[in-house]
T-cell receptor, first 111, second 113 residues
Framework: QKEVEQDPGPLSVPEGAIVSLNCTYS??????FMWYRQYSRKGPELLMY????GNKEDGRFTAQVDKSSKYISLFIRDSQPSDSATYLC???????????FGTGTKLQVIP | DTAVSQTPKYLVTQMGNDKSIKCEQN?????MYWYKQDSKKFLKIMFS???????INETVPNRFSPKSPDKAHLNLHINSLELGDSAVYFC????????????FGPGTRLTVT
């Protein structure tokens, strides 16, 4: 079983839609949960992070973590064409442990 | 001012050659990383250095050798290149772990023919 599984997509939505991106993970030792956004031919950039169960909101973006189900989500409200990118979930345990990335979900927001 | 820079941006070479990719960060971070992203966008860590010391070494062929001359630089040398090495290689840096935020470079697109 992979450490992190991510819905592969691709996902195509109309502008203004609510987008839900999801990942599951297998190791309960993971403590930090991140979402990175990667535009085409660019490096990933950190979008959101959290280290506890519950919701964290930042503008149109909400990160949700359910540690009991080992499930993380990213919601994008009022999606914009500029949100078109690949979204990577990422998780890590503490200390010097590596970050493990999901396989990414490619999102296209159509004007 | 670029935070994490890599050179070259594109690299096309033949099987069997040896090549190097250079990475520099001006963020004052202590930890640097090399990642490989394959054609399916899967991003996998290869190496991590903290203050010039190797702390993560994933299962990578020993044809790949990282070198960190100082904490602002992390280079990747690849010997005897193979077709399967074709990918985008990203350098990243972060503060001392347990930092969650890694800053990525623009990537080096390596094509082996």
């Amino acid at each position: 079983q992979k450490e992190v599984e991510q819905d592969p997509g691709p996902l195509s939505v109309p502008e203004g839609a609510i987008v839900s991106l999801n990942c599951t993970y297998s190791n309960s030792a993971f403590q930090y949960f991140m979402w990175y956004r990667q535009y085409s031919r660019k490096g990933p950039e950190l979008l959101m992070y959290t280290y506890s169960s519950g919701n964290k909101e930042d503008g149109r973006f909400t990160a949700q973590v359910d540690k009991s189900s080992k499930y993380i989500s990213l919601f994008i409200r009022d999606s914009q064409p500029s949100d078109s990118a690949t979204y990577l979930c990422a998780i890590r345990a503490g200390g010097y442990q590596k970050v493990t990335f999901g396989t990414g979900t490619k999102l296209q927001v159509i004007p | 001012d670029t935070a994490v820079s890599q050179t070259p941006k594109y690299l096309v070479t033949q099987m069997g050659n040896d090549k190097s990719i250079k990475c520099e960060q001006n963020l004052g971070h202590d930890t640097m990383y090399w990642y490989k992203q394959d054609s399916k966008k899967f991003l996998k860590i290869m190496f991590s250095y903290n203050n010039k010391e190797l702390i993560i070494n994933e299962t990578v062929p020993n044809r790949f050798s990282p070198k960190s001359p100082d904490k602002a630089h992390l280079n990747l040398h690849i010997n005897s290149l193979e077709l399967g090495d074709s990918a985008v290689y990203f350098c990243a840096s972060s503060q001392e772990p347990p930092s969650y935020e890694q800053y990525f470079g623009p990537g080096t697109r390596l094509t082996v023919t």
